[in-house]
């Protein structure tokens, strides 16, 4: 009797730990990119400088639905966007301010309870957005090097992500960008 005491004992508690482990691996792999406002990310380059991915994107856009699900859910686009870049998800219809450069852009045309389409924010056509979602990349002074439209699966998301990082200096000819893409091999799944 002491005997199936003992191994009911020894099965719950490895049961328990069995829950906590399933528990603790379920919560890192529900890691999320560390979104911030573009205000925020200024400021953070402040401490740290890094270059800012911002994702312009707009409520209606059905790719943009799929990047936010299928891209940037991926662990390692979070691990490497987390480790390298400030990261701003920016709605390109907002109604709200945004301070930038010493400017304040708003958005005039902004009409509530407005379904599908409403006014660009004065931002985003700053930014040279003109499709969305697109991917406006930031130096580490907050100056736009490039906004890339588009969805991007993880592994055509790498090839920019570290480009970005690793390869522009601030000036790149386009020759260099062409060798660089032609010969990339994606390690993101």
């Known amino acids: 009797m ?3 005491a ?3 004992l020894g099965n719950a508690f490895g049961t ?7 528990a603790s691996t379920t919560a890192a ?33 059905g790719p943009c639905k799929m990047m936010m699900s299928r891209t940037f859910t991926n662990q390692q686009v979070i691990d490497y966007m987390n480790a390298n870049y400030y990261s701003v998800k920016f709605d390109a219809e907002s109604p709200n301010p945004v301070q930038f450069k010493g400017k304040t852009f708003e958005n005039p045309g902004w009409k509530q ?6 006014s660009p924010h004065q931002l985003s056509r700053a930014l040279n957005v003109n499709a969305y ?8 002074n907050a100056d736009v090097i490039a906004p890339i439209s588009g969805y991007k ?3 055509q998301l ?12 601030g000036d790149v000819v386009q020759s260099e960008w062409e060798a660089y893409r032609d010969s990339f091999q994606p390690t993101f799944q």
Do not use: H
């Open 6 to 8: 003992m191994s009911s």
């Open 133 to 140: 979602p697109t991917l406006v990349y930031l130096d580490e």
């Open 113 to 118: 309870n407005v379904r599908g389409r409403n």
């Open 29 to 61: 792999q529900q890691a999320e990119v560390n979104w911030m406002s573009l205000e925020e990310a200024v400021a953070a380059q402040q401490d740290e400088p890094r270059k800012i991915v911002m994702d312009v994107y707009t409520q209606w856009c």
């Open 16 to 22: 328990i730990a069995l829950i906590f482990i399933l």
């Open 153 to 155: 699966t993880p592994p």
């Open 2 to 4: 002491k005997l199936f």
């Open 158 to 169: 790498e090839m920019y992500l570290k480009f970005f990082v690793e390869k522009f200096d």
